[in-house]
Nanobody, 121 residues
Framework: QVQLVESGGGLVQAGGSLRLSCAASGRTISLYTMGWFRQAPGKERELVAS??????????NYADSVKSRFPISRANAQNMVYLQLNSLKPEDTGIYHC????????????WGQGTQVTVSS
């Protein structure tokens, strides 16, 4: 089992930045694909960024809406994953969840409780 705990959310003005952290415990996540999902009010949950395992060269993928603004990174030695939120917009508001996908699963197996990000205009 993997436990994921997010932190770093908050209230920020448009144009501002936040750094979200995801602390994993229970197992090392170095072989896991890690993702950040966003649940906005009245909208379906969406995958905003993902990073593959180190064995797969830590390849990153982004939703078009956040590309070039939300870099994702991982620190395997600390069992951590990060999402840097830059140039925030009101439409970025939502609950951000960290998730882990253990090989060979094709869906995310483990989820954190989420951290709230609110962007004011």
């Amino acid at each position: 089992q993997v436990q994921l705990v997010e932190s770093g959310g908050g209230l920020v003005q448009a144009g501002g930045s936040l750094r979200l952290s995801c602390a994993a415990s229970g197992r090392t996540i170095s072989l896991y694909t890690m993702g950040w999902f966003r649940q906005a009010p009245g909208k379906e949950r969406e995958l905003v960024a993902s990073i593959s395992s180190t064995w797969a060269d830590s390849t990153t993928n982004y939703a078009d809406s956040v590309k070039s603004r939300f870099p994702i990174s991982r620190a395997n030695a600390q069992n951590m994953v990060y999402l840097q939120l830059n140039s925030l917009k009101p439409e970025d508001t939502g609950i951000y969840h960290c998730a882990a996908r253990a090989p060979p699963a094709t869906t995310y197996n483990y989820w954190g409780q989420g951290t709230q990000v609110t962007v004011s205009s």
